[in-house]
């Protein structure tokens, strides 16, 4: 199983912006300290050799995350499973278009963890979407999942018409606890704690196992909460988590908004013998930096609270990552 990040931003995409990039462009200079580069792979070489926030961007776009399985579709088709659509669906249909072309028939099978703007605001720009022939398979637990879609492509709002979409569109509504199967994986759904309700996943497949579980606030303080979300977690290989905010911002300022933290995650992961972690849905106002810090906040409690068990792997996710199962 192989999971890959095409929009890892929370509420809201954002870029870098001009003054970041000129920033990371003064910082770089004065790192290479007047070194010379022989041509760009030596420049390549040793720009790999810096820290991610200096030569890198954990990325702008709104939920989206891919999950391709190892084996073929025994069935011969082409299927692809995703979880929300948020604008990191753009990039990820223009690769579709880029690997296969408009001509083949391709089957999305996509699971939205609620409706929110942000996790649904890729749709109008999914180029596959417009191609008859193309089927998309649209999971939610909200019973208003298509209204809300159609909702957003109507005037005057949006010019293009959700009627416009020539892929074939249909809506499966699922129930908490009761287990689909989808592109060859099982999958289940867990409500969690957000404006609205959202829905964490959790997909097996090929004896590995995701949990997506963003946009989700926890109250650890309350009976029962901690061990359900343990065992929604549990020996998973990887869980991505809202890890919105800081924890000091997640019991304070911002308790009620629905977002959990670094902090959080790392408890329930530990708690659940999770063996990784993505630290997703990052705060739109964070710098690159920031999210450095967040991650590196999160490694130094994982390290303390190590006790005899296996360490739990932390990582901020990024547009772009992909991370093998
Ligand atoms: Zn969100
Ligand atoms: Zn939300």
């Given at each position: ?119 649904i605001m890729g749709l109008p720009f999914f180029t596959p979407a417009y191609i ?52 060859g994986c099982q999958v289940s759904a867990k409500r969690q704690l957000h404006g ?130």
């Amino acid at each position: 199983m192989k999971v890959r990040f095409w929009g890892t931003r929370g509420s809201l995409p954002v870029s870098l912006g001009g003054a970041a990039l000129r920033a990371k462009l003064v910082r770089s200079l004065l790192a290479a300290d007047g070194r010379r580069f022989a041509d760009a792979a030596d420049a390549e070489a040793w720009l790999a050799t810096q820290p991610f926030g200096l030569t890198q961007t954990y990325g702008g776009n709104s939920s989206c995350v891919e999950i391709e399985r190892r084996a073929p579709d025994p069935a011969g088709g082409n299927d692809y499973l995703l979880c929300d659509m948020g604008s990191g669906l753009r990039p990820f249909g223009n690769a579709v278009m880029a690997r296969h072309g408009p001509q083949r028939p391709n089957h999305f099978h996509i699971f939205l963890s609620h409706l929110h703007w942000d996790h649904i605001m890729g749709l109008p720009f999914f180029t596959p979407a417009y191609i008859a022939g193309n089927r998309l398979s649209i999971y939610s637990a909200h019973a208003e999942a298509e209204q809300a879609l159609r909702l957003q492509q109507s005037p005057p709002c949006f010019p293009v018409p959700f009627e416009a979409l020539g892929a074939r569109i249909e809506f499966i509504q699922l129930e908490p606890g009761r287990t689909v199967t989808a592109a060859g994986c099982q999958v289940s759904a867990k409500r969690q704690l957000h404006g609205g309700d959202s829905y964490g996943y959790r997909f097996e497949a090929e004896g590995r196992s995701l949990v997506y579980s963003t946009d989700s606030e926890h109250r650890l303080e309350q009976a029962g909460e901690a061990e359900d979300f343990a065992a929604f977690f549990r020996a998973a290989d990887l869980v991505v988590f809202d890890a919105m905010y800081s924890l000091a911002d997640a019991v304070s300022v911002k308790q009620d908004w629905g977002h959990s933290s670094n902090v959080v995650g790392v408890e329930l992961c530990r708690l659940a013998g999770a063996r990784r972690l993505a630290l997703f849905h990052h705060e739109p106002i964070f710098s690159d930096e920031r999210i450095a810090e967040v991650e590196a906040d999160a490694r130094r409690l994982e390290r303390i609270t190590r006790e005899d068990g296996p360490a739990l792997e932390v990582f901020a996710a990024y547009d772009g990552l992909e991370v093998e199962l």
